[in-house]
């Protein structure tokens, strides 16, 4: 009761606290991030590792046991799951709390160097400090051709070495990713009729493109005061260096690859579907990293986003090289931004009206009360007995 009287007795003091206080929120507001949800500090290694065309089984087996085996020996981990999936394996790493994430990251690296060894075509693992649980994408952006003769789907190479490094270069960017897209690939399709007319098998044919396709240094020879460096370069440019390799050399002369093949660029196989605008389209998803403002980092992506698309820009050059009957446009499907700005707004809303009915409350009822003293002709009781009491005093003596 005694905070409601002094809220009374002191309009302009609350009246300045709560306009200091709305201040407060206004500087909060710009300065500390905002996220789509709350950061939770757990302390999570996620180990990935892709092996094209091979089963679940064959993951499982041949790479997250071998791996498990080691990182089982991490210190201070709590539990290791895994999950095996056609084609890729990922192994979860959860440690105690207070563990150096940076720390354990090496530990991981260090541990994973010790499996023996892995099979033919397995891709170094990827280790991350990310929780594969909780990741959360806050955009997504799709590349579209307005030429329905088009399909868009095969333009990963551009969007990985062109568009791609555009997007990781914004402030408040983890990562950005790419689905959709199929990557380009040189199919050999072998003829067994012509390989059997010639006596080649097809791990002779296997065995001898592999030892083809890599680079090979030879030493140096002594010229003078420089040395000449030699190397067999064997990596092919194009698709008619594929069709000239050399399988097998005999009296008859050299048999090429195009003798026993047919050798045909291609894309890779889809298989995994973006849809937006009821067609299949390539698209990038982002994550923020941790501590990044949400609002900043989605407006430059916007930005970035409007600067590719403009007349003459680099979506603008790519259709123009490819001949395409229309244009390329990147169009956001998705933006987590949406539901934060109306959470903001609603918060910012209530706030001021809450402050505003505050303030006039307090003024209206220490208006009230001044009215009310001022318009009383007569003393207060007390303060009329006091001086009653004193006079009756002063008499008596």
């Known amino acids: 009761m005694n905070l409601i009287k002094l809220s009374i007795q002191q309009p302009i003091t609350i009246a300045v606290g709560v306009i200091l206080a709305m201040l407060a929120g206004v500087m909060a507001f710009r300065l500390v991030p905002v996220q789509m949800t709350p950061e939770v500090d757990s302390i999570v290694i996620s180990v990935t590792t892709t092996w094209e065309n091979a089963s679940a089984a064959e993951i499982e087996s041949d790479v997250i046991e071998p791996q498990e085996e080691k990182l089982s020996d991490l210190s201070g981990l709590l539990t290791m799951t895994s999950i095996s999936q056609p084609g890729s394996g990922q192994i979860r790493l959860e440690f105690r709390t207070g563990t150096d994430i940076k720390r354990a990251l090496a530990e991981v690296d260090q541990?994973?160097?010790?499996?023996?060894?892995?099979?033919?075509?397995?891709?170094?693992?990827?280790?991350?400090?990310?929780?594969?649980?909780?990741?959360?994408?806050?955009?997504?952006?799709?590349?579209?051709?307005?030429?329905p003769a088009f399909d868009a789907t095969t333009l990963y190479d551009f969007m990985e070495r062109r568009l791609r490094p555009r997007f990781e270069r914004?402030?408040?960017?983890?990562?950005?990713?790419i689905l959709g897209a199929r990557e380009r690939e040189v199919h050999i399709r072998v003829d067994p009729v012509a390989l059997a007319q010639r006596g080649i098998t097809y791990s002779a044919l296997?065995?001898?493109?592999?030892?083809?396709?890599?680079?090979?240094s030879g030493g140096k020879l002594p010229d003078g005061k420089s040395d000449i460096r030699i190397r067999s370069v064997g990596r092919f440019r194009d698709v008619e260096w594929?069709?000239?390799?050399?399988?097998?050399?005999?009296?008859?002369?050299?048999?090429?690859?195009?003798?026993?093949?047919?050798?045909?660029?291609?894309?890779?196989?889809?298989?995994?579907w973006v849809r937006a605008r009821g067609h299949l389209t390539p698209a990038f998803n982002f994550q923020l990293e941790r501590g990044g403002n949400l609002l900043q980092t989605m407006a430059a992506i916007q930005r970035e986003?409007?600067?590719?698309?403009?007349?003459?820009?680099?979506?603008?050059?790519?259709?123009?090289?490819?001949?395409l009957n229309g244009t390329l446009e990147l169009v956001q499907v998705y933006d987590s931004t949406t539901y934060v700005n109306d959470a903001i707004a609603?918060?910012?809303?209530?706030?001021?009206?809450?402050?505003?009915?505050?303030?006039?409350?307090l003024l209206l009822f220490s208006s009230g009360r001044s009215a009310r003293s001022a318009s009383s002709p007569w003393p207060s009781p007390s303060r009329s007995f006091r001086r009653s009491r004193c006079w009756w005093r002063w008499a008596a003596r």
Request: no cysteine; charged share 25%.
């Open 111 to 147: 541990k994973l160097s010790e499996v023996p060894v892995y099979p033919d075509g397995v891709d170094e693992p990827e280790v991350e400090d990310v929780d594969p649980e909780s990741r959360d994408y806050i955009a997504w952006v799709g590349l579209s051709a307005t030429d």
């Open 170 to 177: 914004i402030p408040g960017i983890a990562q950005v990713g």
């Open 206 to 216: 296997v065995q001898a493109i592999q030892l083809s396709k890599d680079n090979y």
């Open 242 to 272: 594929v069709r000239n390799m050399v399988i097998r050399r005999d009296a008859a002369g050299p048999i090429y690859l195009r003798d026993v093949a047919d050798v045909v660029e291609t894309n890779k196989e889809m298989r995994e």
């Open 305 to 323: 986003v409007q600067t590719l698309n403009a007349p003459g820009g680099m979506l603008d050059q790519e259709a123009k090289r490819l001949g």
């Open 346 to 361: 609603l918060v910012q809303s209530n706030g001021l009206a809450g402050g505003l009915l505050a303030t006039v409350t």
